[in-house]
C-alpha cells in the first residue's frame, strides 16, 4: 500500500532527507506529495502524512467523486495539477466546513481523508491522515490585541492537533518565556503559569492573575527544587543538543506530565538530533504550519506531576 508523505512548505529539502536517512525509497512526486512503497515512518517535516492510500481508476468526474463518498465523507483535495478538473469533483463532495478555530478549540473529530488526481482518471485517496487539517493547515481566529507576539499561534496548534490543552489550576512552567505570548496562552486556559525568563514579561501578561514571573536561567532551574508541573512548555532559543539534555533531565525526574517545546534548527538541520527527540519515550514530533525551521515535540502524559 502507497504511503504519501505531502511535504511542509519550503521544508521539501528537510523531508527528502529525512525519508532518505529512514530508508524511504520516494517513487513519485506530486507537487509536494512524495509517494512511498515502502514501509511507512512517521516524518516529522511532512505537513501531513496519508496513511494506506489507495490509487482509484475512475471514469469522469461523478465517478471520482461517488468513488469518494462511498469511503468516507469528509474529504481535503490537494491539486498541484489538473486544478479545474480537481475543483468539479470537489464540489460533487460533501461540503466540509473548515472554518477557523476560536481561542481554544481544537480540531475536529470527524475524520478528515485527503485525495489528489494523480491523472485525470486516477485518483489517490486516503481515508486516514495524520494531522486533522486540510494538507495539514489550520486556520484560527487570531486575537491581535490580547498576546504579545504571535508565538503564541505555536502553541495553540499544538494544542489543537493533539486536542488536549491545560485545564483550570493545573500548573504549567513557561521556560524562555518573554515576552509572553506562550505564557498569556497558557494562562488563558485558567492554568497557573510560572513563567521563567531572563527579562521581564509584557505588562499585560505579568497583571493576569494566575501568572507569576521568575527571573533566571531554563537551564540553571533546579527540577527538585521547583517540583511537579502538569505543562512543562518551552520555545527557547537554544542548540537542539542542548535543549535535549535539558528535556530529558526533566523528563527522567519524573515531575513532567505533559511537555511541548520548540526545537530550533540553526543553519543546517541537524537530523540526528532530531532522531534523537522523536526516540524520546511517548514523544510525537511534528512540523507546524505555525513553525519556520524548527519541529515541535509533544509528550503527553509522561507520568509524575499532579494526577
Not at 478555530?101 to 494523480?118: H, I, M, Q, R
Not at 487539517?133 to 486556520?139: A, L
Not at 515531575?255 to 526545537?263: A, D, M, P, Y
Amino acid at each position: 500500500m502507497t504511503t504519501a508523505y505531502l511535504a511542509a512548505e519550503d521544508f521539501e529539502a528537510e523531508l527528502d532527507e529525512e525519508l532518505r536517512l529512514a530508508g524511504v525509497v520516494v517513487g513519485q512526486r506530486h507537487g509536494r506529495l512524495l509517494l512511498s512503497e515502502s514501509p511507512p515512518v512517521h516524518a516529522a517535516w511532512a505537513a501531513n502524512t496519508w496513511w494506506d492510500a489507495e490509487r482509484i481508476e475512475v471514469r469522469s468526474i461523478g465517478d471520482a467523486a461517488r468513488q469518494l463518498r462511498a469511503r468516507q465523507r469528509n474529504w481535503a483535495r490537494y491539486a498541484p495539477t489538473l486544478r479545474g478538473r480537481a475543483e468539479l469533483i470537489a464540489d460533487k463532495l460533501p461540503h466540509v466546513a473548515a472554518r477557523p478555530l476560536e481561542l481554544g478549540e481544537v480540531a475536529p473529530d470527524a475524520p478528515l481523508g485527503s485525495w489528489t488526481l494523480l491523472e485525470r482518471d486516477v485518483v489517490l485517496a486516503a481515508t486516514d491522515c495524520s494531522v486533522p487539517f486540510p494538507n495539514g493547515v489550520p486556520q484560527f481566529v487570531e486575537d491581535r490585541q490580547g498576546p504579545p507576539s504571535r508565538a503564541y499561534l505555536k502553541l495553540w496548534e499544538t494544542f489543537a492537533r493533539l486536542r488536549r490543552q491545560p485545564r483550570p489550576g493545573e500548573r504549567c512552567l513557561d521556560l524562555g518565556a518573554a515576552p509572553g505570548g506562550w505564557t498569556w496562552l497558557l494562562a488563558r486556559t485558567g492554568a497557573e503559569v510560572v513563567a521563567l525568563d531572563k527579562a521581564p514579561l509584557a505588562a499585560d501578561v505579568a497583571a493576569l492573575p494566575n501568572v507569576s514571573w521568575e527571573q533566571g536561567s531554563a537551564f540553571a532551574l533546579d527540577p527538585a527544587t521547583f517540583g511537579p508541573v502538569d505543562w512543562w512548555c518551552s520555545d527557547l532559543i537554544a542548540y537542539p543538543d542542548r535543549l535535549l539534555e535539558l528535556v530529558t533531565r526533566w523528563l527522567d525526574t519524573g515531575l513532567v506530565r505533559n511537555l511541548v517545546c520548540t526545537v530550533k534548527f540553526q543553519g543546517a538541520t541537524d537530523h540526528a538530533v532530531a532522531a534523537r527527540f522523536a526516540a524520546l519515550p511517548d514523544a510525537q514530533l511534528f512540523h507546524l504550519d505555525q513553525n519556520k525551521h524548527e519541529l515541535t515535540c509533544a509528550i503527553l502524559d509522561a507520568g509524575g506531576a499532579r494526577r
